[in-house]
């Protein structure tokens, strides 16, 4: 399994961005995949995930703000982010599990990752 991610940028707060992970040695439409982000010296948090039936979750700093998405012609999973907030400023990471459902939702249960994508939020 390979996760690609792009996407990610420099924005000021209140700004748009919608990363992308393409993947490859894995069908997308078929499991749970994630967005998780990790703040300069935080701990990894998850953010949105959606499951094979299209079952969406996200943590609830990100609700009416980010919309995860998926496209399955093109294997790729998308994290639309819109009014974007300078606490949202961290590594984004493309996450994959084995399983078709998302809970329980722990980083652990994601054994497959991308290299990242970083996002800058600017007040």
């Known amino acids: 399994v390979q996760l690609v991610e792009s996407g990610g940028g420099s924005v000021q707060a209140g700004g748009s961005l919608r990363l992308s992970c393409v993947a490859s040695?894995?069908?997308?439409?078929?499991?749970?995949m994630g967005w998780f982000r990790q703040p300069p010296g935080k701990e990894r948090e998850g953010v949105a995930f959606i499951n094979r039936d299209l079952v969406t979750s996200y943590v609830d700093s990100v609700k009416g703000r980010f919309t995860i998405s998926r496209d399955k012609a093109k294997n790729t999973l998308y994290l639309q982010m819109n009014s974007l907030k300078p606490e949202d400023t961290a590594m984004y990471y493309c996450?994959?599990?084995?399983?078709?459902?998302?809970?329980?939702?722990?980083?652990?249960?994601?054994?497959?990752w991308g290299q990242g994508t970083q996002v800058t939020v600017s007040s």
């Open positions: 040695g894995y069908t997308v439409s078929g499991y749970c």
């Open positions: 996450a994959a599990r084995n399983s078709w459902y998302c809970n329980p939702i722990r980083d652990v249960a994601f054994p497959s």
